[in-house]
């Protein structure tokens, strides 16, 4: 038998390993990795069966479509808050959405799309509380819960010192004392607070309208103004198409909070 030529052989080999290196190992290129939050229900809450569910992740997804990936194509990362600059500068995740608000510190670091959504600081009572309208009915002996290191709690201290202000680890904490009665009130952003009155309709509702504005918008690597552009166009579709709007109701609308209007999207 005559031997193949060994330019021959290498040409089989080279064939063989370019479909191989063009999956990339771990779909670089196939996939887009978002990044967003496991714990948070009606905006990111990774489920027992593993799916994910809510606002943030509805948002995230949209743009995705819009940049051409299917929804087996989407890798989730989860971001808490402390590591999401962190995961964006080193290349983790594409971007993230994540209640991750816009600030001038964080632009330092991270370009941001959007914002997606405006909201602000806000409680969370009992369904069958009377006597907590706003902030200030706070500083009459309630006990207020938050997280500890929060910017909503550190807003209470300098704003309110007269309320008597309880710091757990966790806003699930907050929200289990609040049913329990160990607190009678829980702060943090009022879109958060309505996931969790979402989740348990007619237990809680939301009381005192906002006392801060947040404004939350897509995280991703600082300079990628073309990304930026590609995210900003397709949340303005997913605000003009009504797709926004039903993310809200689907996710957040049993909390009894109406879809606000949509936010101007930043062009700077």
């Known amino acids: 038998m005559r031997s193949i030529p060994r330019r021959i052989v290498a040409a089989l080999a080279l064939a063989v390993a370019l479909p191989l290196a063009a999956c990339?190992?771990?779909?670089?290129?196939?996939?887009?990795?978002i990044g967003t939050k496991f714990d948070q229900p009606g905006l990111g809450l990774k489920n027992p069966d593993g799916t994910m569910t809510g606002f943030d992740v509805d948002v995230a997804?949209?743009?995705a479509e819009q940049l051409g990936y299917t929804d087996d194509q989407i890798v989730w990362k989860e971001a808490p808050s402390a590591q999401r600059e962190t995961l964006i500068a080193n290349g983790q995740v594409d971007y993230i959405v994540a209640t991750y608000s816009i600030t001038d510190s964080?632009?330092?670091?991270?370009?941001?799309?959007g914002p997606y959504l405006i909201t602000g600081q806000s409680l969370l009572v009992r369904a069958d509380?009377?006597?907590?309208v706003g902030a200030e009915s706070l500083e009459n002996n309630k006990k207020l819960c938050s997280v500890t290191g929060s910017t909503?709690?550190?807003?209470?201290?300098d704003q309110y010192p007269g309320v008597q202000l309880q710091q757990y680890d966790t806003y699930s904490a907050c929200v289990e004392a609040l049913k329990n009665g160990a607190v009678d009130a829980v702060t943090t952003?009022?879109?958060?607070?309505?996931?969790y009155a979402a989740q348990s309709p007619g237990t809680f509702k939301i009381v005192g309208g906002t006392f801060s504005e947040e404004r939350y918008g897509?995280?991703?690597?600082?300079?990628?103004?073309?990304?930026?552009t590609k995210i900003n166009d397709a949340l303005v579709k997913m605000f003009e198409s009504g797709?926004?709007?039903?993310?809200?109701?689907?996710?957040?609308?049993?909390?009894?909070?109406?879809?606000?209007?949509?936010?101007?999207?930043?062009?700077?």
């Open 189 to 195: 952003d009022e879109v958060i607070l309505a996931g």
């Open 152 to 157: 909503p709690a550190q807003r209470i201290k």
């Open 243 to 268: 797709a926004w709007k039903a993310a809200w109701d689907n996710n957040l609308g049993a909390s009894g909070l109406p879809a606000p209007t949509p936010p101007t999207i930043d062009q700077t």
């Open 24 to 33: 990339g190992g771990g779909g670089d290129g196939d996939n887009v990795v």
């Open 61 to 63: 997804r949209y743009v």
């Open 106 to 113: 964080r632009k330092e670091r991270v370009s941001f799309a």
């Open 218 to 228: 897509v995280g991703l690597k600082k300079g990628d103004t073309e990304l930026q």
């Open 129 to 132: 509380n009377t006597d907590i």
